[in-house]
């Protein structure tokens, strides 16, 4: 194993002082810049590195933000962390990414890995077995922002970015109900989780809306991967009488389902009509084209990432108040598996 090379080898191979080789490599105007390059370039020929831990322990400043996602193999998440490195980046932050694969156990490990990596603040979607947010009171005390999105914490300390998820289940099951159906199945995942207890509301109010019975058989609880769609269809099948909608609380489900539910002799739209959530590519690529409540992960990343930098850099310390939560705007998009009525042009 070669020899780690420092600073004090370049300025005895150079024959200046240590000093005058810390100031070069750190861009020191008290350096001129002929100096600079031959030092420069006599480390980059040592094969010198710097040592960005301890200049940043030194700093009490690592640059880096820990994010903790779910899963990293889901179409919003990605959309999320892509806004979340461009704002990153632009003002010269780096991401340290991790996911819980939706375990506690998984969540709480990764929290106290960035935590001991000392990342200067903290984005958080919870894993959907999380109860509790006890591990992530060492960042609350020692002043490390910490902000949730998607699927947030209800606690004084916490900042939540979401959509209106009450609002978009209540769009949803007033468009199926336009639409005639009267037996509307709702697939949702934990309803500890807040973006799926405040669907389930949402339906709830619509049907309520509507003069229609809630009906607890009509709700599945599902882990919402692709893999349960056979599952999910099984269930609707033995529904007496059966279902004219299913309401799905991800995409990528949805557009699983309906292989299985077309084996089994439905037509989509006229016999089940089907709406997922999301507005994943997945929903644009199967036939028909699924209708879908648009959720801008992008857009969540981005302002999330500048409320965090906003912070650390004393910009905005007010905005991570413990009353405060930011609700971005969704839409209800409508497709073909969801049209059961054809509208035609009223005349003029």
Known sequence: MEKEITIYDI????????TTVSRALNNHPAVNAKTKKRIYDAAQEMGYQSNIFAANLRKKKTNNIGVIVPRLNSNFQSSVIAGM???????G???VISQSLDSVEKEIANANTLFNSRVDGMLVSLANTTESIEHYNRFFKKGIPTLFYDRVADHPACTGFVIDNTQAGYKVTQ???EQGCKRIVHVI???DINVYA??????????LDHDMPFDESLVIFSNLSEESAEEIVEQVKKLDPLPDALFISNDACAASCLRPLKLAGFRIPEDIALVGFNNEISSRLVEPN??????????MGELAMKNLINHLEGKSIGVLSKTNKITLRSELIIRESSLRKKYSPQPT
């Open 189 to 191: 995942d934990n309803i």
């Open 93 to 95: 932050f780096n991401l």
């Open 11 to 18: 300025a005895k191979d150079m024959g200046v002082s240590p």
């Open 198 to 207: 405040d669907r389930l509301k949402g339906y709830k109010y619509a049907l």
């Open 85 to 91: 490195e461009k704002v990153a980046n632009e003002a």
């Open 175 to 177: 468009h199926l109900i």
């Open 290 to 299: 699924i209708t879908t409540i648009n959720y801008p992960g992008y857009e």
